[in-house]
Structure formats: C-alpha cells, structure tokens
C-alpha cells in the first residue's frame, strides 16, 4: 500500500513539473560607457572602493584609471603576467602569469597632488611642510 502511494506522489510531483508554467527571466542590458587606451587590454580589475580601474595591458603595464577612463599613471610591471585581481585590501593588486606558477603581489599607494597656492594660509609661504584641512569639503 506504501509503495501505490508513493508512486502516485511520484506521479503527481512529475505531471506537476511537466504541466506548471514556465518561467523564463530575460536579462538585458546595455553598454553604460566605453572608453579608450592605447595599448590592447588582457584583464581589468577594479578597487574595492569603485573609485580606481586598473588595466593589464600586452605591453606590461598596469594603467590607473578613474572610474571615467582617464589614466592618471602607468605601472611598468614587465611583460608576462596575464590577469589581475584586486587583494582584500585597498592598494592590493594580484598579476598572475609570467614565470611557471608565479603570483606576484603588488602593493599600489596613489599618492595625490593638491594646488594650494591661491588658498588661505597662515605663516611664511616658503614653509618646509604644508598642512591642509578640508574642513567644509563635501
């Protein structure tokens, strides 16, 4: 008597499979932006923070770029390596490729440039050391 019963669930279960409607999810999509750099790409990786693009490229470099596409550096990291990862910290970025089994990692500190020269300031403008707050910065 078990084995009618668990039969016939059997049974149901399949024609319910077989007779339900189906649900089909369609994905779309569409390029947001593009942009261009002069040497041929091999991988692209992104900072944790979506701030930096880093680009591998055929020639050996890893170019630093904003989130818009405007490289701001070059990293001369020699041929060979054929992908790049970001690490689990910020700066942290993973070549792979170049010698047998090699992964080297790479440590990236973007170092940033500010014009203060027409900016308030106290003391003598020749001074060894520069401090700037950002106090109302938004």
Not at 69 to 98: H, S
Request: hydrophobic fraction near 45%.
């Amino acid at each position: 008597m078990n084995l009618d019963r668990r039969w016939i669930a059997g049974a149901l279960a399949a024609a319910w499979l077989c007779l339900a409607p189906s649900c089909w999810a369609a994905a779309e999509w569409r390029t947001r932006q593009t942009f261009s750099i002069a040497q041929p790409a091999l991988d692209v990786a992104v900072s944790l923070d979506g701030q930096w693009v880093y680009v591998l490229t055929e020639v050996g470099q890893v170019l630093v770029c904003t989130r818009e596409g405007i490289v701001k550096d070059r990293l001369e990291v020699g041929a060979g390596a054929k992908a790049i990862e970001t690490g689990p910290e910020e700066g942290i970025l993973y070549l792979i490729g170049g010698a047998a089994g090699e992964v080297r990692v790479l440590e990236v500190t973007l170092q940033h440039s500010f014009n203060y020269e027409r900016s308030p300031s106290k003391g003598p403008s020749d001074a060894p050391v520069v401090i700037a707050a950002f106090s109302d910065f938004q």
